[in-house]
């Protein structure tokens, strides 16, 4: 039995440390066959003079602008990934999830899965907290939230400041320009890889189950 499946990587990034997040996570799902990995930044909602007057980087041009909540009735799961606001979703990815309504009344997103990834400036600055107010979000689509458990070695250490949770891969932005660490990629790229098997899983598992009713 065959079947393939669609991970969308969804992802807002101000400075930059989510976008190679995002990328890590790429290559680790790219790890597993019959499973196809789109790249996509939400739209930035603050305007050029205000990114300039924060030091924004410019944006990545080869990764597309998802325009709409709707386009993602065309994945099987989703890897969503956006840096901390006191503790919480930025405004910006929060836009875009207040634009799901439409697939919301439809059940458009029931069954499919996602996993979530962060990042802070300090170690404690609410990483596991963006996560968990996150979830919401995922039970009202019914969205089958796949946590990374302690799936990579590197999340029961403790000699080094680092990102990573069972909630998902995530750096620690700090201000010395070092972030994310190789640790904090390995641990991405590891998430991304158990992801995509677990989406995939999913999908023989439907296949399966359809021949059998
Ligand atoms: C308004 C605002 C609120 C923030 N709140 C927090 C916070 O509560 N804790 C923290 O550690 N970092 C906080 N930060 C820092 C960002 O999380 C940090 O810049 C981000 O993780 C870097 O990711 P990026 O490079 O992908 O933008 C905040 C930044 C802004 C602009």
Not at 138 to 167: C, D, I, R
Request: proline share 6%; glycine share 10%.
């Amino acid at each position: 039995m065959t079947a393939t499946a669609t991970i969308y990587i969804v992802y807002y990034s101000t400075y930059g440390h989510i976008h190679k997040l995002a990328k890590a996570l790429e290559t680790g799902a790219q790890r597993v066959k019959d499973v196809d990995i789109k790249l996509f930044r939400v739209p930035e909602t603050l305007s050029d003079e205000i990114l300039a007057k924060i030091h924004a980087p410019p944006k990545p041009e080869e990764v597309p602008v998802i325009e709409q909540a709707g386009q993602l009735t065309d994945a099987d799961g989703f890897l969503f990934g956006f840096p901390t606001r006191f503790g919480m979703a930025p405004a910006q990815f929060k836009a875009f999830l207040d634009s799901s309504g439409g697939i919301w009344a439809a059940g458009a997103l029931r069954g499919k899965q996602a996993g979530l990834f962060t990042s802070s400036n300090t170690q404690h600055g609410g990483q596991e907290t963006t996560a968990l107010t996150t979830l919401p979000f995922l039970a009202h689509h019914g969205l089958q939230y796949v946590p990374f458990g302690y799936g990579h070695p590197a999340l029961n250490a403790t000699k080094e400041v680092s990102g990573g949770s069972p909630y998902g891969a995530s750096a620690v932005a700090g201000i010395d320009g070092d972030s994310p660490t190789k640790t904090e990629l390995e641990i991405a790229e590891a998430q991304g890889e158990y992801f995509a098997k677990q989406v995939l899983i999913r999908k023989l598992g439907e296949k399966a189950f359809a021949e059998q009713q």
